[in-house]
Nanobody, 124 residues
Framework: QVQLVESGGGSVQAGDSLRLSCAAS????????MGWFRQAPGKEREFVAG????????YVVDSVKGRFTISRDNAKTTVYLQLNSLKPEDTAVYYC?????????????????WGQGTQVTVSP
């Protein structure tokens, strides 16, 4: 079992940067594919970025490509999401999640473990 705790959210202005962290418990962290999702008020939770367990290959959705970067440090059992050039439309609660068995890796239902979320608010 994996427990996830996000941190690093906050209220910033457009163009600013934040780095979100997701600290995981458990010795098997390195075997999990890690994803970041976000959920804005009144909207469904959407996949933002993911990183593989072994090779560290990354994927980010087009809407944040070039602005957001996902990375992981298996020794620290932590996954990060660097948010640059933030826009008001990036305002949401950001969640990290873990899975070892998925097909698309982009659907929330494919993930087994979730953090509690961290709020990111971007003002114009």
């Amino acid at each position: 079992q994996v427990q996830l705790v996000e941190s690093g959210g906050g209220s910033v202005q457009a163009g600013d940067s934040l780095r979100l962290s997701c600290a995981a418990s458990g010795r098997t962290f390195s075997t999990y594919y890690m994803g970041w999702f976000r959920q804005a008020p009144g909207k469904e939770r959407e996949f933002v970025a993911g990183i593989t367990s072994s090779t560290g290959s990354t994927y980010v959705v087009d809407s944040v490509k070039g602005r957001f970067t996902i990375s992981r440090d298996n020794a620290k059992t932590t996954v990060y999401l660097q948010l640059n050039s933030l826009k008001p439309e990036d305002t949401a609660v950001y969640y990290c999640a873990a899975t070892r068995n998925a097909i698309t890796y982009r659907l929330a239902r494919e993930y087994d473990y979730w953090g509690q979320g961290t709020q990111v608010t971007v003002s114009p």
